[in-house]
Every structure is written in structure tokens, then in C-alpha cells.
């Protein structure tokens, strides 16, 4: 699978990211070979094997729905760059 | 003092030979002294390192250490530490100051350590020469023109010239292994779920795993022996109990089998590297160990499946790098998406940006079943690759790095010959499996590194094989001459 330049545009949008249109091509590059070397998968049949999420097949574990965090969000927004009121603030979404 | 391992710095911590507050300012003195030419730092905290000494020191007195009271380590810039900047050597987390404690970190404090700084690394983990770091690259103190490897390369390069007793390090795809191998130290990536990965900066969850960066097998025994366990804050960490890796570090090896993959031993395995590891064998032979070569067949899919894996689990992990509520925001955005956009864009480095992009290709609409699914699957071969060997064997022993280290900027320009790099590490990632480097020797006046794979939950024995050796060898024993 080779990527051109609109496909790297394309996935750059979907991961938000900005990438200066100069090194569009090399992104494209790059992304190509990487992907020709994850096509070495192909090489072997797996039509019968069931995925592996987990390494010792563990189960998600449960816990009661219960509150067990302390409201910490003055000390964790400090590390924001703009908050008023306990809000975070953002460019206008809404005209 | 900086010569010592932990063990015989605790002996001497205890008995009052000096104190830890002496000790930490020695290291502190070290960091001054050397650490402008290797950048194995990020961040020293001098003041609340010598805090903790003094507080170290107090316990000593009252008689209630343990064996890390006292003493000097370095933390893996990925782990949160409360208060102080916790970069992931990112632009992003530039000025990022965390507002809480790893479990890791906690664990560490718990036991009376001394928190010399955080070590640099590539960018969010993702490198194997420490050269996508935002704050440049990290020096090999074996021959400062090349790379102490990756992710983990300052802690291998602060272990290696003794800029602190013992480090610690993640390993997502041979982040520890490799840099242990590259800088001549022994490092230990338990089995996945062994170490909570709570307040570690995640790059992809099925994979990562913290673990240390020691000079010793014994000293990797006491640091691992502190941060295993269960931890209710990480969902993947197992409730196992931890043994006491130190108890059983000298049990004779005698009847051992060791595995040699043959893949392992192929084609692009350097010849001074194939040297070292044959005396390596012949040694363990010494102990009574018998030798048996094995196959892991799909050794080969290994890297391709990780390229998968990885990027596409660290799409989703790095999503939460916004502008909004921590970390880099850019300057005047336009709008929301502009903010999102330009923010991400000028915070990430070019290898976290061709990772998130892979993975959000892999992800994307009519791509899962090809990529993501096909490569979960994969990690099933290799997985039962490992399994069906273990029926035989009790460890497998392999290079760690095919080459020793290369030069700084040598392979920067080609993704591909970089990832490459880890392809002797990469399978027990996707395993799950725990696996050490012990120094094994040199090719080329640069440090090779034996790679030891054990069986889930193991990390005792690997500990004890790779201990015995050490009994027999020094070559974790060499400093490099500019920093003795």
C-alpha cells in the first residue's frame, strides 16, 4: 500500500495534527515504506486463530460503582493553559 | 561510592560507613561534572533529593530502612512524579508539572529513595537511540559519538557512568533491554501486568511495562522487588503476590536448559556480537546448564505485527494530547480544530507524528480487519511460539541487540533500519513475557548484551540465571574510563 500526498492530508486530518505542507512528501514516504514492511503479515495464513488482547488472556476486572476519587480539579487544572470558573476555555465553538 | 551497587551501598548505609545524604551529593557532584556532555538528565532535583536524604537518614538512624533507604536513583522521564516536570521528553509536556505520584514513584518513596531526577529518553518512548528526545540526544558513555539506544537511553547511559545507583525504564518494544545492552548494564522488563502502569505516560497499553536499569542482577532483584505488584489504579496490573527475587538468586544452575532460537542466530547478527554470545553459552554450560538450539518460527512477523500494534494504540493514547487542559498549547488559534491541529502538530516531534499516523491509517474505516485484527492475530502465532518452546526449555538466551551501538544520526533518516533495531526484543513484548540483558562482553571496545527470556511470571529465575553468571564474570562490572 503506497500513500500520496492527499492520503497523508487525509489521515492527518483524522488525527488532527498539523503537517507543513513541505513535509507532506516525506511523511508520505516514510509512511509508505512502514506500511510495506507491516504488509509482511500477509505472508502467513491466520484464518483460524483468534486475536490476542491480552498476553495471559486476562479478564477485564469489575469493580463496584462506587465514588472513590476526592474532587482534585483546582490542583489538576493548574496545569491548563486557560481556565475561568473551574472551566476550561477554548476559541468560540458557537456563532 | 559511585563503584557500588545498591546492595553494598545499603551494607554501608546501614552500618554507618556514610550517609545517604553524602552519598546523594556524590552523585549530585557526578551529574555536575559529567552529565553536560552525556544529557542522561532532563531534570536534577538537588534540593528535594537532598530532602529526601535527610529524611533517609533519620530512618537509618531509628533503625527502620529497608533495602532502598538511602539510595540514589534516576526515574524514567515517563513516570509522573507529583511537583516535578514530567516531560516524556515531549515539547508537548515541555511544562508539564505532574500533579500526582506514580505508583511506581509512590512505591519508591515508600521504601526511602532518593530521587536524583528524571532521565531522558526518545519522545513518548517512541525510538531506539534516544535521538527523537525533545531535548536532544543522549551520549554512550562508552564512545560518546554513539547512541546508548532507546527508549530508556538516559537511564542506561546515568547506570552506565554511575550517575546513579540504579534507574528505572520502560519497555514497550526492547526499550530496556536494548539501551541495557548498549550501554554494558543489566535491565529487566517483567512480565506484562507484573508493574502498575498507573501515572506512567502510556504510548501502547497492551505493551508497555515498566521495569529497572541496574548494574546488577541482585540490584535488579531489590529495585524490582519494590514496584511489582498489585496496584487497583492500573485495570491490566495482576494480583499476584511478589516473591523475594533476592532468596533465590543463587540456586544452582545445574540441569538448567537454555534455549537458542535459531532465528535469533541468523542473518544480520553482527560476527563480534555472535562472538561474545557463544563465550556467553559456554559459561553457562560451566554452571551445569545444557544447551538446546529451538525454533520460534514466526520471529520474522514480529516487527511488522508491532508496527501495527503500537502505532495504533498509541493514536488512541496520544488523542488525549489536546491544548486544552495540560501541556503545550500553540499561539492564536483560529478555532477549536485550529487549536487541536497546530498544538499537536508543533508539540509533537516527527516520529510521534508518523506513529499516530500509521495507527490512525490501521484504524481507520475498512482498514481494522487488515492491519489491527490481522496483526492481534500474529501476536497469537508468536505467542504460541514461545509457548510450545517453554514445554522444552526453561529460559531462552539470545543477542539482545543484533549490533552493538551505532553512531549518533547513522540510521535517523531511515525509520525502517531503526525499528529494525529492536527486532530481537520486539516478539516477548507482544508475548508478554519477562526478559533481561546482562552484559556479556565487547566487540569493538562497545558493550554486548545476552538476552535472557524467561516464562510468565519467571522474573525470579531470570534473575537467578543471569546472577549466577555474574558470579563467574565481571563484565557488569566495567565503567568506562572517563567515568570510573
Same mark, same amino acid.
Given at each position: 500500500?503506497?500513500?500520496?500526498?492527499?492520503?497523508?492530508?487525509?489521515?492527518?486530518?483524522?488525527?488532527? /495534527?498539523?503537517?507543513?505542507?513541505?513535509?507532506?512528501?516525506?511523511?508520505?514516504?516514510?509512511?509508505?515504506?512502514?506500511?510495506? /514492511?507491516?504488509?509482511?503479515?500477509?505472508?502467513?495464513?491466520?484464518?483460524?486463530?483468534?486475536?490476542?488482547?491480552?498476553?495471559?488472556?486476562?479478564?477485564?476486572?469489575?469493580?463496584?460503582?462506587?465514588?472513590?476519587?476526592?474532587?482534585?480539579?483546582?490542583?489538576?487544572?493548574?496545569?491548563?493553559?486557560?481556565?475561568?470558573?473551574?472551566?476550561?476555555?477554548?476559541?468560540?465553538?458557537?456563532? | 561510592?559511585?563503584?557500588?551497587?545498591?546492595?553494598?551501598?545499603?551494607?554501608?548505609?546501614?552500618?554507618?560507613?556514610?550517609?545517604?545524604?553524602?552519598?546523594?551529593?556524590?552523585?549530585?557532584?557526578?551529574?555536575?561534572?559529567?552529565?553536560?556532555?552525556?544529557?542522561?538528565?532532563?531534570?536534577?532535583?538537588?534540593?528535594?533529593?537532598?530532602?529526601?536524604?535527610?529524611?533517609?537518614?533519620?530512618?537509618?538512624?531509628?533503625?527502620?530502612?529497608?533495602?532502598?533507604?538511602?539510595?540514589?536513583?534516576?526515574?524514567?522521564?515517563?513516570?509522573?512524579?507529583?511537583?516535578?516536570?514530567?516531560?516524556?521528553?515531549?515539547?508537548?509536556?515541555?511544562?508539564?508539572?505532574?500533579?500526582?505520584?506514580?505508583?511506581?514513584?509512590?512505591?519508591?518513596?515508600?521504601?526511602?529513595?532518593?530521587?536524583?531526577?528524571?532521565?531522558?529518553?526518545?519522545?513518548?518512548?517512541?525510538?531506539?537511540?534516544?535521538?527523537? %528526545?525533545?531535548?536532544?540526544?543522549?551520549?554512550?558513555?562508552?564512545?560518546?559519538?554513539? =547512541?546508548?539506544?532507546?527508549?530508556?537511553?538516559?537511564?542506561?547511559?546515568?547506570?552506565?557512568?554511575?550517575?546513579?545507583?540504579?534507574?528505572? &525504564?520502560?519497555?514497550?518494544? *526492547?526499550?530496556?533491554?536494548?539501551?541495557?545492552?548498549?550501554?554494558?548494564?543489566?535491565?529487566?522488563?517483567?512480565?506484562?501486568?507484573?508493574?502498575?502502569?498507573?501515572?506512567?505516560?502510556?504510548?501502547?497499553?497492551?505493551?508497555?511495562?515498566?521495569?529497572?536499569?541496574?548494574?546488577?542482577?541482585?540490584?535488579?532483584?531489590?529495585?524490582?522487588?519494590?514496584?511489582? &505488584?498489585?496496584?487497583?489504579?492500573?485495570?491490566?496490573?495482576?494480583?499476584?503476590?511478589?516473591?523475594?527475587?533476592?532468596?533465590?538468586?543463587?540456586?544452582?544452575?545445574?540441569?538448567?536448559?537454555?534455549?537458542?532460537?535459531?532465528?535469533?542466530?541468523?542473518?544480520?547478527?553482527?560476527?563480534?556480537?555472535?562472538?561474545?554470545?557463544?563465550? #556467553?553459552?559456554?559459561?553457562?554450560?560451566?554452571?551445569?546448564?545444557?544447551?538446546?538450539?529451538? %525454533?520460534?518460527?514466526?520471529?520474522?512477523?514480529?516487527?511488522?505485527?508491532?508496527? =501495527?500494534?503500537?502505532?495504533?494504540?498509541?493514536?488512541?493514547?496520544? %488523542?488525549?494530547?489536546?491544548?486544552?487542559?495540560?501541556?503545550?498549547?500553540?499561539?492564536?488559534?483560529?478555532?477549536?480544530?485550529?487549536?487541536?491541529?497546530?498544538?499537536?502538530?508543533? *508539540?509533537?516531534?516527527?516520529?510521534?507524528?508518523?506513529?499516530?499516523?500509521?495507527?490512525?491509517?490501521?484504524?481507520?474505516?475498512?482498514?481494522?480487519?487488515?492491519?489491527?485484527?490481522?496483526?492481534?492475530?500474529?501476536?497469537?502465532?508468536?505467542?504460541?511460539?514461545?509457548?510450545?518452546?517453554?514445554?522444552?526449555?526453561?529460559?531462552?538466551?539470545?543477542?539482545? #541487540?543484533?549490533?552493538?551501538?551505532?553512531?549518533? &544520526?547513522?540510521?535517523?533518516?531511515?525509520?525502517?533500519?531503526?525499528?529494525?533495531?529492536?527486532?530481537?526484543?520486539?516478539?516477548?513484548?507482544?508475548?508478554?513475557?519477562?526478559?533481561?540483558?546482562?552484559?556479556?562482553?565487547?566487540?569493538?571496545?562497545?558493550?554486548? *548484551?545476552?538476552?535472557?527470556?524467561?516464562?510468565?511470571?519467571?522474573?525470579?529465575?531470570?534473575?537467578?540465571?543471569?546472577?549466577?553468571?555474574?558470579?563467574?564474570?565481571?563484565?557488569?562490572?566495567?565503567?568506562?574510563?572517563?567515568?570510573?
Amino acid at each position: 500500500m503506497s500513500l500520496d500526498s492527499a492520503d497523508v492530508k487525509k489521515i492527518a486530518h483524522l488525527a488532527r /495534527l498539523a503537517v507543513d505542507e513541505q513535509d507532506i512528501p516525506g511523511y508520505a514516504h516514510n509512511l509508505s515504506n512502514i506500511l510495506a /514492511l507491516v504488509e509482511q503479515m500477509s505472508a502467513v495464513s491466520t484464518d483460524n486463530v483468534t486475536p490476542m488482547a491480552h498476553p495471559l488472556d486476562e479478564i477485564q476486572r469489575l469493580r463496584d460503582d462506587v465514588v472513590t476519587e476526592n474532587d482534585q480539579r483546582d490542583h489538576f487544572q493548574q496545569a491548563a493553559q486557560q481556565v475561568e470558573d473551574g472551566l476550561y476555555l477554548v476559541p468560540q465553538v458557537i456563532e | 561510592m559511585h563503584q557500588m551497587t545498591i546492595a553494598e551501598l545499603a551494607k554501608g548505609l546501614q552500618k554507618g560507613q556514610f550517609s545517604s545524604e553524602e552519598l546523594t551529593r556524590a552523585y549530585l557532584q557526578r551529574i555536575k561534572q559529567f552529565d553536560a556532555e552525556l544529557n542522561s538528565y532532563i531534570t536534577v532535583v538537588e534540593e528535594q533529593a537532598i530532602a529526601q536524604a535527610k529524611a533517609a537518614d533519620q530512618r537509618l538512624a531509628k533503625g527502620d530502612a529497608v533495602a532502598l533507604t538511602g539510595i540514589p536513583l534516576a526515574q524514567k522521564d515517563i513516570f509522573c512524579t507529583n511537583g516535578v516536570k514530567t516531560s516524556c521528553a515531549s515539547k508537548m509536556l515541555d511544562n508539564f508539572i505532574a500533579p500526582y505520584d506514580a505508583t511506581v514513584i509512590e512505591r519508591f518513596n515508600q521504601a526511602g529513595a532518593v530521587m536524583l531526577g528524571k532521565t531522558n529518553m526518545d519522545e513518548f518512548a517512541m525510538g531506539s537511540s534516544n535521538e527523537t %528526545s525533545f531535548y536532544g540526544p543522549v551520549k554512550n558513555p562508552w564512545n560518546i559519538e554513539t =547512541v546508548p539506544g532507546g527508549s530508556s537511553g538516559g537511564s542506561a547511559a546515568a547506570v552506565a557512568a554511575r550517575l546513579a545507583a540504579a534507574a528505572t &525504564g520502560t519497555d514497550t518494544g *526492547g526499550s530496556i533491554r536494548q539501551p541495557a545492552a548498549l550501554c554494558g548494564i543489566t535491565g529487566i522488563k517483567p512480565t506484562y501486568g507484573r508493574v502498575s502502569r498507573y501515572g506512567m505516560i502510556a504510548f501502547a497499553s497492551s505493551l508497555d511495562q515498566a521495569g529497572v536499569m541496574t548494574q546488577t542482577a541482585e540490584d535488579a532483584a531489590i529495585m524490582l522487588g519494590a514496584m511489582a &505488584g498489585f496496584d487497583e489504579r492500573d485495570s491490566t496490573c495482576l494480583d499476584k503476590a511478589v516473591p523475594d527475587y533476592t532468596a533465590t538468586l543463587n540456586h544452582d544452575l545445574k540441569g538448567l536448559k537454555i534455549g537458542l532460537p535459531k532465528e535469533y542466530f541468523a542473518e544480520g547478527l553482527d560476527n563480534g556480537v555472535a562472538t561474545v554470545l557463544e563465550a #556467553a553459552i559456554e559459561e553457562y554450560k560451566k554452571l551445569g546448564a545444557e544447551v538446546v538450539e529451538i %525454533s520460534l518460527p514466526n520471529s520474522a512477523l514480529s516487527v511488522p505485527a508491532y508496527y =501495527v500494534v503500537a502505532p495504533a494504540e498509541c493514536s488512541s493514547n496520544l %488523542s488525549r494530547f489536546d491544548g486544552v487542559r495540560f501541556g503545550y498549547r500553540c499561539e492564536d488559534p483560529n478555532d477549536l480544530e485550529d487549536l487541536y491541529k497546530r498544538s499537536r502538530g508543533e *508539540g509533537f516531534g516527527p516520529e510521534v507524528k508518523r506513529r499516530i499516523m500509521i495507527g490512525t491509517y490501521a484504524l481507520s474505516a475498512g482498514y481494522y480487519d487488515a492491519y489491527y485484527l490481522k496483526a492481534q492475530k500474529i501476536r497469537r502465532l508468536i505467542s504460541d511460539d514461545f509457548k510450545q518452546a517453554f514445554k522444552n526449555v526453561d529460559v531462552i538466551m539470545a543477542p539482545t #541487540a543484533p549490533t552493538t551501538a551505532f553512531r549518533i &544520526g547513522e540510521k535517523t533518516d531511515d525509520p525502517i533500519t531503526m525499528y529494525l533495531s529492536d527486532i530481537n526484543t520486539i516478539a516477548v513484548n507482544l508475548a508478554g513475557l519477562p526478559g533481561m540483558s546482562v552484559p556479556a562482553g565487547f566487540s569493538q571496545a562497545l558493550p554486548v *548484551g545476552l538476552q535472557i527470556i524467561g516464562n510468565y511470571f519467571d522474573e525470579a529465575r531470570l534473575l537467578n540465571v543471569a546472577h549466577k553468571y555474574q558470579q563467574i564474570t565481571d563484565w557488569h562490572k566495567q565503567i568506562p574510563a572517563a567515568y570510573k
